[in-house]
C-alpha cells in the first residue's frame, strides 16, 4: 500500500486492520514521509503482526520491484495532491504521480499481484457546468495536478488494455475528516479560526464541490479492491454538494465565530467552477452508498481539530515554512 502514512491511506490501513478478520491480514505501507505524511497517523497499528512499515520512494524502481514481488494486491494512494502547489511547482507532482506509477505498475506486470487499485480524483474530469461526471466523461483536468492524475489513470488503465494487468480506478470527490493534513480547505479554515485567523475565500466563493466523508471513501475503496471488476473505473461521490461560500459559513457557524473572520482572495488560476461525479455504477454494482451525514460528519470534524491541536500545530507550522521558500 503506497502512501499509507497520508490521510486516506493511513485510515484505510486503520479500518482494514481494526476490521474483524484482520488476523490473516498482511500490509506492508511504501511512504517516503515528504511534508504531507504523519507517521503518527499509523500509531494505533504499528504493534499489530500484520503490519509492516517501509520508508521509500515509488520511483525507487529496485525497492518497489522487492515489495510488489511478496505481496497479492496494491492499493496506490501515494500522490502529490494539493493544487495550489501544482501551480507553482509541478515537477514533483509528475514525477511522483506520473513517474512513480509508472514504476509500480511494471513492477506489477513483472511480478503478478491479483490486482491493482489506483486511486485517483474527480479533477481528471475537470468543471462540469450541469448534472455530473460518469466514469466514460472525457478527462479535462485544468491544473497540473489533475493533468497528472489523469495521466496516471490512463497509463494504469492501458496496462490492462495492453497487458491484462487487473487495474482498477477509483475517482472520488472532495475529501473530509479527522487528520486531514492542514492545507485542506476544511483543516485549513478550522484550523485558522480556532486561532482568531481570518480565512481565504476564493474569487466569489461560489465554486462547487461535493463532500465525501473519510468513512465513506474508505468504504468506497474497499468495495473496489474486494468487488470490484479489472479495467473499470468507479465513482465514490459524498452526495453533498455545497459552494465554498456556503462551507465557510457552516464552517464559522460551529467554530462560534462572524462572517467578518472571512478575507475574498484573488482567484486561483484554472480554479475549476463545479466538480461533480456520478456514483451511480458503485452504487450499482458494489452496493456503495455514502453513511455519513454531512452536518454530523463536519461537526465531528471540527470537534477534533478543536480537541487535537498537538497534532495539527506541528504540521501547519512545517506547510507555512514550506510555503515561504515556494
Known amino acids: 500500500m503506497t502512501g499509507g502514512a497520508g490521510f486516506i491511506g493511513s485510515h484505510y490501513i486503520r479500518t482494514l486492520l481494526g476490521s474483524p478478520g484482520a488476523d490473516d491480514l498482511q500490509i506492508t505501507v511504501l511512504d517516503k514521509l515528504t511534508y504531507a505524511a504523519s507517521p503518527e497517523n499509523l500509531d494505533e497499528v504499528r504493534h499489530l503482526d500484520g503490519f509492516r512499515f517501509v520508508a521509500g520512494d515509488i520511483c525507487d524502481e529496485a525497492l518497489v520491484a522487492e515489495l510488489v514481488a511478496g505481496h497479492d494486491q496494491v492499493v496506490h494512494f501515494a500522490a502529490e495532491s494539493h493544487v495550489d502547489r501544482s501551480i507553482h511547482n509541478s515537477a514533483e507532482f509528475t514525477r511522483t504521480n506520473v513517474l512513480g506509477t509508472q514504476v509500480l505498475l511494471d ?36 491544473s497540473p495536478y489533475a493533468a497528472s492524475k489523469a495521466a496516471s489513470d490512463l497509463i494504469a488503465l ?4 495492453t497487458h491484462g494487468l487487473d487495474v482498477r480506478v477509483t475517482r472520488c470527490s472532495n475529501n473530509y475528516g479527522r487528520r486531514q493534513f492542514p492545507e485542506k480547505v476544511i483543516p485549513l479554515f ?7 485567523k481570518k480565512v481565504p475565500l476564493y474569487g466569489d466563493g461560489l465554486h462547487v464541490r461535493d463532500w465525501l466523508h473519510l468513512d465513506d471513501h474508505v468504504q468506497g475503496i474497499e468495495l473496489v479492491r474486494t468487488r470490484g471488476r479489472a479495467g473499470e473505473v468507479y465513482n465514490i461521490g ?41 456514483w ?3 452504487h450499482t454494482e458494489l452496493g456503495y452508498e455514502p453513511r455519513k451525514d454531512f452536518t454530523v460528519g463536519l461537526a465531528e470534524t471540527v470537534a477534533w481539530y478543536r480537541d487535537n491541536r498537538d497534532w495539527w500545530e506541528p504540521l501547519k507550522a512545517r506547510a507555512e ?6
Not at 478550522?190 to 482568531?196: A, P, S
Open 321 to 326: 515554512r514550506l510555503a515561504e521558500t515556494c
Open 190 to 196: 478550522v484550523t485558522n479560526l480556532l486561532d482568531g
Open 238 to 278: 459524498g452526495g453533498t454538494e455545497l459552494s465554498n461560500r456556503e462551507l465557510t459559513e457552516l464552517l464559522l457557524e460551529a467554530c462560534g465565530v462572524p462572517s467578518t473572520m472571512v478575507e475574498y482572495v484573488a482567484d486561483r488560476k484554472g480554479h475549476d467552477r463545479r466538480y461533480s461525479v456520478d
Open 107 to 142: 513492477a506489477a506486470l513483472r511480478h503478478g499481484p491479483l490486482s491493482f487499485v489506483h486511486v485517483s480524483t474527480d479533477e481528471v474530469y475537470g468543471s462540469i457546468a450541469t448534472a455530473s461526471s460518469s466514469e466514460t466523461h472525457p478527462l479535462s483536468p485544468n
Open 158 to 161: 492501458a496496462y490492462h488494455r
Open 280 to 282: 451511480t455504477k458503485i
